[in-house]
């Protein structure tokens, strides 16, 4: 699958910055990496591709593949840490932020994993990272957007996605080139047929941060919402 093989490049990649984040004492045969993702409920398609990406990319550290192009490809687990091969244990926390929160700190504290990864939804990220900084457990982040997750001051916490500053004022450069003609393949619409914009947020840490965005850029690009 598409989406599975560009998961799967981007998790070995995070796979190998969790290698680089452990403490150097760190000397295990296995290098357990609890996962976060919502596997049941309303985003339970979104967090099951994750989950396959994330399958896939283990298979790719932990075996050598001499003929991918990835440098995690070429050898059999983590060089750097003589070989230890990486273990999955996946939770499903149902895009509950509490829920996330707890199963995080029972793989730390019961299955002593070594790093976390997860969650998609920003809300579960930003509750997941709280217990991370607490116990000074690495946990890279793949897909949450939420600008404030990286605004927290946390020393654990990393993320491999632009945030949703970026994703947003692309949107509005798009309005703004498609009402200059700039748009391939569209001509160029009048802005006052465009001028007012409407949007619907959900009531999360994620959507409360795009609405406040949408306003602002509303205002930077001459659009009212």
């Known amino acids: 699958m598409k989406i599975s093989s560009k998961c799967a490049r981007l998790l070995v ?3 190998l910055s969790t290698a680089l984040v452990l403490p150097s004492a760190v000397t295990a045969e296995e290098i357990k990496i609890g996962v976060l993702f919502p596997l049941t409920g309303g985003s339970a398609a979104a967090g099951r591709e994750l989950r ?3 399958e896939l990319a283990l298979e790719i550290a932990n075996t050598a593949m001499p003929d991918i192009n990835m440098t995690m490809a070429k050898n059999a687990g983590i060089k750097s840490l003589g070989g230890a091969k990486i273990v999955l244990i996946f939770k499903d926390h149902e895009g509950n932020p509490t829920l996330g929160a707890d199963l995080a700190k029972k793989l730390i504290l019961d299955d002593k994993v070594h790093g976390l990864m997860g969650a998609y939804q ?3 990220t930003k509750a997941v990272s709280g217990v991370a900084e607490q116990y000074g457990v690495p946990f890279i982040n793949d897909s949450s957007t ?7 001051g946390y020393k654990w916490f990393w993320r491999t996605t632009p945030h949703e500053t970026y994703f947003t004022k692309d949107l509005f450069e798009f309005l703004k080139g498609l009402t200059e003609g ?3 393949g569209v001509k160029a619409v009048p802005k006052k047929e ?3 914009l409407a949007s619907a947020c959900e009531k999360t840490e994620w ?4 609405s406040e965005l949408i306003e602002k ?8 919402t």
Do not use: P, W
């Open 13 to 15: 990649g995070i796979f």
């Open 52 to 54: 396959s990406g994330a």
């Open 122 to 124: 920003s809300a579960v």
């Open 146 to 152: 939420s600008v404030e997750l990286t605004r927290q």
């Open 182 to 184: 700039k748009v391939k």
């Open 194 to 196: 465009i001028m007012n």
């Open 207 to 210: 959507g409360a941060g795009v």
């Open 217 to 224: 850029y509303s205002a930077d690009y001459g659009f009212k």
